[in-house]
């Protein structure tokens, strides 16, 4: 079984930046695709990105595209969302997920934390 435990959520303003993490247990993640979501208040969980276990394909929902960048360090099971310029419409709560294909559903879900950007 794989726990998924995301951090580094908070508020900040518009224009600021975050890091999230996210630490993996039960399993390498070097085994495992990654990736991050998001649900706003009201509406329905999004994609955000995407990463492959060798970290050499990388996919981003358009609203983040250059803005958000997803990196992992395997040595360290972790997995970060570093988002830049951040958006007032960038609130949500941020999951890590993960599956052991590169497509289909993922496995396993983290708890999430909540990034909250103030005007």
């Known amino acids: 079984q794989v726990q998924l435990v995301e951090s580094g959520g908070g508020l900040v303003q518009a224009g600021g930046s975050l890091r999230l993490s996210c630490v993996a247990s039960g399993r390498t993640i070097s085994s495992l695709n990654m990736g991050w979501f998001r649900q706003a208040p009201g509406k329905e969980r999004e994609f955000v990105g995407a990463?492959?276990?060798?970290?050499?394909?990388?996919d981003y929902a358009d609203s983040v595209k250059g803005r958000f960048t997803i990196s992992r360090d395997n040595a360290k099971n972790t997995v970060y969302l570093q988002m830049n310029s951040l958006k007032p419409e960038d609130t949500a709560v941020y999951y890590c997920a993960a599956r052991i294909f590169f497509v289909g559903n993922y496995d396993y879900w983290g708890q999430g934390t909540q990034v909250t950007v103030s005007s």
């Open positions: 990463i492959s276990r060798s970290g050499g394909n990388i």
